[in-house]
């Protein structure tokens, strides 16, 4: 049996991927609101193939939710904690969520259990954890803390959970270690490895990975930017470099900035935290001031088209989620590009497959959503591509034509053929490539 406390992303998916493999699990959260929708089938958040999964094990009896965390613990011999860590004003994870489930767990334990930190977290963290459940604990044999990060991506995070690369797992306990391999053995059958290390090197390891994947984004979009100044192709050099097998084809596509939940937070915590030890972290501050820049590259080059103003103008936006297959806008960089274009004076119209509500939440009015990309097309001076939705790779273009007022498209995920829009007439600015007029 297998309590996950906190039904968030990273909290909803393993509960109920654990479910999928013939646990017992029970979902806890504080929201009252979010565990009634999710007891009357309704999922919070959009994951493609997560609502296949959670109704069936919702109606097989495998997957349950309460808010009331001794009896969504009664019996669990493993608890995960998958509780958010926002950033603080200093950049540091915020670990106030965790420590107060941690100090209400001591006094409701009865018998073993190793409760898991699945969050991302700080190194040192699960002795915080520890300390901070073993205060309030009739005794420390009674549990032991593991860090086990987890490495999802948005868009797949079912199939990667289903098939890891890897599970990596901090615990010098081996009890615990004995726990955790009975626990995942059903997720690893095809011999992908179950790494065991100590809590604090489990810790690092799921900063090291995001901070790398930001660093290498980061690093193609400052090529991108050199390409446009020497007249070089940045397509072509990702394929001339991603065959190199030390570098590898993934993230090395120019656009606009990472964005999401993951790498914005996790560069800053780890900066952070090498700022603590007295190290300077010079790469990740570079990654960092890079990246903000990155989001919003292609506003000066939208006002010079429009002579200096766009006051006036009305702006198409497809895409608002920081990248496809989620509902997610956290740090997306539309949000950045909207901010920007309001303050000069334009009006936008946006569309994006699943993001859009949340956009709403978050700002308002303030801009017009539409039902489909080609409504906010019409009489629009120009189409801006924030996210590449699959959708948006192959529109219509025919159709576009007749409802943009200018065959303009600023492209900042560089979803279309330089000789492609050529051939149609566009004037077509992306990144890292020649400009087509």
């Known amino acids: 049996k297998i309590a996950v406390i906190g039904s968030g992303y990273v909290g909803l998916v393993t509960g109920t991927c654990f479910a999928e493999t013939g ?142 690369d890897r599970v990596v797992i901090g615990t010098t306990s081996d009890k615990a270690k004995a726990v955790m391999t009975k626990l995942y053995a059903p997720l690893v059958r095809q011999g992908n490895p179950i790494i065991f290390m100590d809590e604090r090197s489990a810790e690092m390891t799921k900063y090291a990975a995001n901070a790398f994947l930001a660093t290498k984004i980061t690093f193609m979009n400052e090529i991108a930017n050199l390409c446009e100044k020497v007249g070089a192709n940045v397509d072509d050099i990702r394929k001339g470099i991603g065959t190199d097998s030390r570098i590898g084809k993934r993230f090395l596509f120019a656009g606009i900035g990472y964005g999401g939940s993951c790498f914005p937070k996790d560069v800053q915590a780890l900066e952070k935290t090498s700022k603590e030890f007295g190290y300077d972290f010079e790469i ?87 039902k489909s990309p080609y409504e906010a097309l019409k009489d629009a001076d120009a189409l801006l591509i924030m996210t590449e939705w699959p959708q948006f790779r192959t529109p219509e273009f025919e159709a576009m034509e007749s409802l943009l007022k200018e065959k303009v498209i600023f492209d900042g995920r560089n979803l279309y053929e330089l000789e492609q829009m050529r051939e149609l007439g566009y004037t077509y600015y992306s990144i890292g490539r020649d400009i087509v007029k």
Not at 299 to 307: A, N, Q, Y
Not at 311 to 326: D, E, H, N, Q, S
């Open 23 to 164: 646990n017992q699990v029970t979902c806890v959260d504080i929201d009252a609101k979010k565990i009634e929708k999710m007891k009357n089938g309704i999922i919070p958040i959009y994951e493609p193939g997560l609502d296949d999964l959670f109704n069936r094990n919702t109606a097989e009896g495998r997957l349950k939710f309460t808010t009331n965390l001794a009896e969504g613990i009664k019996d669990a011999k493993v608890i995960f904690l998958a509780l958010p860590t926002p950033p603080g004003e200093d950049g540091s994870a915020d670990l106030k969520y965790i420590l107060k489930v941690a100090d209400d767990l001591g006094p409701l334990l009865e018998e073993y259990v190793v409760v898991i930190d699945k969050s991302t977290v700080p190194v040192g963290t699960a002795e915080k954890v520890h300390a901070a459940i073993a205060k309030n604990a009739a005794s420390t044999d009674l549990f032991d803390v593991v860090s086990n990060p987890e490495f999802l991506r948005e868009g797949v995070a079912v199939e990667d959970f289903m098939k890891p």
């Open 284 to 370: 990740l501050k570079s990654v960092m001031k890079v990246n903000e820049e990155q989001k919003t590259k292609l506003i000066p080059t939208i006002t010079e088209h429009f002579g200096g103003d766009v006051k006036g103008k009305v702006f198409a936006m497809w895409g608002l989620a920081f990248k496809p297959y989620t509902d997610d806008i956290r740090e997306a960089p539309a949000l950045y590009n909207i901010k920007a274009l309001l303050e000069a004076g334009a009006t936008i119209k946006t569309y994006d497959p699943e993001a859009m509500e949340n956009v709403q939440n978050v700002i308002g009015d303030v801009v017009t959503y539409c």
